[in-house]
């Protein structure tokens, strides 16, 4: 079965480093995504990464993914106030050719001036 | 790249009454679209799946009477709150998925906060 798992919440200072965890156990999942959802909002998508990497970059954003331990990370450096959000993760895996998302609970990301 | 409309936005309602929401294509033809609902402080669940011009296919627990999905067209998918109750507040937001394998790309709507009083 399919499960995505995230911590909460997470804080962290202005300029830091953030670094948000999700742990996953379908281990047919062809892409994982992650997404950000700002107050009232839809989901808006930050980046992506195929199953057979290991890591992606994006100007601010690092995901790594260890597909060993199911595990998936986003690091966003240089965090600023705008970043302030609900990060999710998700998995897709193919169901009968329409890609089926599962998405984790959910992380909000606060930043401390 | 896809652009998908979500209307309305925002939808207060009373008990008992119907609640249409639709989501729209409006650069390509999506053959599926998606449904899901998401609680405050929730993840998104799926509620069902909808293939153009075919029935919905409807999650376990998702009632298909009461959430009624019709995908008339390759632009154009609603779903509908029937006899809405205040337990159906949540926010309802469309995905969908084109003819190519746009893998990389999972476009969603801009989200409907439905609230029934």
């Known amino acids: 079965g399919e499960d995505v798992e995230q911590s909460l919440f997470l804080s962290v200072r202005e300029g830091d480093s953030s670094v948000i965890n999700c742990t996953y156990t379908?281990?047919?999942?062809?892409?994982l995504y992650w997404y950000k959802q700002e107050p009232g909002a839809g989901l808006q998508l930050l980046t992506y990464i195929f199953s057979n990497m290991d890591m992606k970059q994006d100007q601010r954003l690092t995901v790594l993914l260890n597909k060993k331990d199911k595990h998936l990370s986003l690091r966003i450096a240089d965090t600023q106030t705008g970043d302030s959000a609900i990060y999710f993760c998700?998995?897709?895996?193919?169901?009968?050719?329409?890609?089926?998302?599962?998405f984790g609970t959910g992380t909000r990301l606060t930043i401390i001036p | 790249g896809a652009v998908v409309s979500q209307h309305p936005s925002r939808v207060i309602c009373k008990s008992g009454t119907s609640v249409k929401i639709e989501c729209r294509s409006l650069?390509?033809?999506?053959?599926?679209m998606f449904w899901y609902r998401q609680f405050p402080k929730q993840s998104l669940m799926l509620m069902a799946t909808?293939?153009?011009?075919?029935?919905?296919?409807?999650e376990q627990g998702v009632e298909k009477d009461k959430f009624l999905i019709n995908h008339a067209s390759l632009t154009l998918s609603t779903l509908t709150v029937t006899s809405a109750h205040p337990e159906d507040s949540s926010f309802y937001i469309c995905?969908?998925?084109?003819?190519?394998?746009?893998?990389?790309?999972?476009?969603f709507g801009q989200g409907t906060r439905l609230t029934v009083v």
């Open positions: 998700a998995e897709s895996t193919k169901n009968f050719g329409n890609e089926k998302l599962t």
């Open positions: 379908d281990s047919s999942s062809t892409y």
């Open positions: 650069d390509f033809q999506a053959t599926t």
């Open positions: 909808s293939n153009e011009g075919s029935k919905a296919t409807y």
């Open positions: 995905r969908v998925q084109g003819l190519a394998d746009l893998n990389t790309e999972a476009f």
